[in-house]
């Protein structure tokens, strides 16, 4: 009964490919988020959505495209991939932007390219 | 710019010593503040969530508090368990951006 499910949990990959990476929400909540954790453990933010709005778009570079087809996904999809690339990619919900949303994070995907 | 910390970044202590993690903000405009576990290998659990307007929180054996005005808040662990082992992340919330300290990782010893 997850209430934030990312796909896949692992990623291996070549330099210059495309690939994606799937989040769903169960619990119902209006806005979702991807962040992205470095070798250093440093999570960051990259996107939020909004009701399937883009609202937040943290300096990532175009190659990084979310898509929220609806208000209980949002997926990442990544052109091009590069080394700097390997990461733990999170997702994230919450209710709504409001000060007592707590966000919950999925379990992350571990993408590696070679 | 908003930037969190969180010293030190590792913590050894044994089984049953309450301890107290310290989380420091530069910008005192937020909205919340949220103290996560990360579990190796795992996603983020949220333990606790202060509002701005809010002091403290209180979870079980977990209690954190929030001084906006001096920028920090505290985390602290009563009776600590070898369970509580972890990594314990600080992070604020200013409009819609949550931004996060390093985390500070603790072991607890038997």
């Known amino acids: 009964d997850t209430a934030v499910s990312q796909t896949p949990k692992y990623l291996v990959t070549q330099m210059g490919n495309d690939k994606s990476i799937k989040c769903e929400q169960n619990?119902?909540?209006?806005?979702m988020y991807w962040y992205k954790q470095d070798s250093k453990k440093f999570l960051k933010i990259m996107f939020s959505?909004?009701?399937?709005?883009?609202?937040i778009n943290e300096t990532v570079p175009n190659r990084f495209s979310p898509k929220s087809p609806d208000k209980a996904h949002l997926n990442l999809h990544i052109n091009s991939l590069e080394l700097g690339d390997s990461a733990v990619y999170f997702c994230?919900?919450?209710?709504?932007?409001?000060?007592?949303?707590?966000?919950?994070f999925g379990p992350g995907t571990r993408l590696t390219v070679l | 710019k908003q930037e969190v910390t969180q010293i030190p970044a590792a913590l050894s202590v044994p089984e049953g010593e309450n301890l107290v993690l310290n989380c420091s903000f530069t910008d005192s405009a937020i909205y919340n503040l949220q103290w996560f576990r990360q579990d190796p290998g795992k996603g983020l659990t949220s333990l606790l969530l202060i509002q701005s307007s809010q002091r403290e929180q209180t979870s079980g054996r977990l209690n954190a508090s929030l001084d906006k005005s001096s920028g920090r808040s505290t985390l602290y662990i009563a009776a600590s368990q070898p369970g509580d082992s972890a990594t314990y992340l600080c992070?604020?919330?200013?409009?819609?951006?949550?931004?996060f300290g390093k985390g500070i990782t603790l072991s607890v010893r038997p």
């Open positions: 619990l119902g909540h209006d806005t």
């Open positions: 959505y909004n009701n399937k709005e883009l609202i």
């Open positions: 992070a604020v919330r200013a409009n819609s951006k949550l931004t």
């Open positions: 994230a919900s919450s209710q709504q932007l409001g000060v007592a949303d707590t966000q919950y």
